[in-house]
């Protein structure tokens, strides 16, 4: 019988965050975006979620159909235009406008809640209603919800190359809980950094989900913190140190 995690992690603000994210990451100018690069990059992570069987929003699904069509539209051979016709717009430009108004908001959504922390140290009041949209604490370390799913997503394709076809999979049920416990002893008994890698030793899928899952949780229950000291390096889990 097949075992299903649906999960829902609200640490995913939405297509256009990632977009963003990949942006800051591989430095790309938002003025002139390879949508050839920045769609296969994407479509990389929808396909990780889809493999970790994470509840993705249809949002997700819509930006990846706009992704390949302003990408088909870029590929189609430019129409000579005749002197009286009218410039024909950039297929990317309303995805830019998009991220950039996109960007001003985090960045605006940053801003009010640093005011918001520096107001409480004056008096206390109810909190703000508005929801921010900046990168969801995972908790201080470093490293967010992103980077980690590109590392689970390269543990993933590792494990199809290294692992061949079998006609027979025998499947057992892992409760998160005791994953979470297993973890937690591993990484106090090394007593230094632990790479992210190192917690995922089987080449079960349904053992990579799961370690995946009971990670995160502990990051949110601020036992674990999860580091990338330079972009593009292995993510390494420690125990959490309150500063």
Same mark, same amino acid.
């Given at each position: 019988?097949?075992? @299903?995690?649906?999960?829902?992690? &609200?640490?995913?603000?939405?297509?256009?965050?990632?977009?963003?994210?990949?942006?800051?990451?591989?430095?790309? &100018?938002?003025?002139?975006?390879?949508?050839?690069?920045?769609?296969?990059?994407?479509? *990389?992570?929808? @396909? =990780?979620?889809?493999?970790?069987?994470?509840?993705?929003?249809?949002?997700?699904?819509?930006?990846?159909?706009?992704?390949?069509?302003?990408?088909?539209?870029?590929?189609?051979?430019? !129409?000579?235009?005749?002197?009286?016709?009218?410039?024909?717009?950039?297929?990317?430009?309303?995805?830019?406008?998009?991220?950039? +108004?996109?960007?001003?908001?985090?960045?605006?959504?940053? @801003?009010?809640?640093?005011?918001?922390?520096?107001?409480?140290?004056?008096? $206390?009041?109810? !909190?703000?209603?508005?929801?921010? *949209? &900046?990168?969801?604490?995972? !908790?201080?370390?470093?490293?967010?919800? /992103?980077?980690?799913?590109?590392?689970?997503?390269?543990?993933?394709?590792?494990?199809?190359?290294?692992?061949?076809?079998? $006609?027979?999979?025998?499947?057992?049920?892992? !409760?998160?809980?005791?994953?979470?416990? +297993?973890?937690?002893?591993?990484?106090?008994?090394?007593?230094?950094?632990?790479?992210? =890698?190192?917690?995922?030793? $089987?080449?079960?899928? =349904?053992?990579?989900?799961? $370690?995946?899952?009971?990670?995160?949780?502990?990051?949110?229950?601020?036992?674990?913190?999860?580091?990338?000291?330079?972009?593009?390096?292995?993510?390494?889990? /420690?125990?959490?140190?309150?500063?």
């Amino acid at each position: 019988m097949s075992i @299903h995690y649906q999960v829902k992690l &609200d640490s995913f603000e939405g297509p256009l965050d990632l977009l963003l994210h990949l942006i800051n990451k591989y430095e790309i &100018d938002i003025y002139d975006i390879p949508v050839s690069e920045i769609t296969a990059q994407y479509l *990389t992570y929808i @396909h =990780t979620m889809q493999e970790l069987e994470l509840n993705i929003a249809s949002e997700y699904l819509v930006m990846a159909a706009a992704l390949l069509e302003i990408k088909s539209k870029l590929l189609l051979p430019a !129409p000579s235009l005749e002197l009286e016709e009218e410039y024909e717009e950039d297929p990317r430009e309303e995805l830019m406008r998009r991220l950039i +108004e996109y960007r001003k908001y985090k960045e605006a959504a940053i @801003h009010l809640k640093e005011r918001e922390a520096e107001q409480s140290q004056v008096h $206390t009041r109810p !909190p703000l209603s508005f929801q921010s *949209t &900046d990168q969801p604490a995972l !908790p201080e370390g470093g490293a967010n919800m /992103y980077d980690m799913l590109e590392a689970i997503g390269k543990i993933l394709e590792r494990r199809k190359w290294q692992q061949p076809m079998e $006609t027979s999979v025998q499947r057992q049920e892992i !409760p998160i809980e005791q994953r979470m416990d +297993e973890i937690m002893e591993t990484v106090i008994r090394v007593k230094q950094p632990l790479l992210f =890698t190192e917690l995922f030793p $089987t080449k079960t899928r =349904t053992y990579v989900v799961v $370690t995946f899952i009971a990670i995160l949780e502990l990051m949110k229950q601020k036992k674990v913190s999860c580091k990338q000291e330079n972009n593009l390096d292995d993510l390494i889990i /420690y125990p959490y140190q309150q500063e």
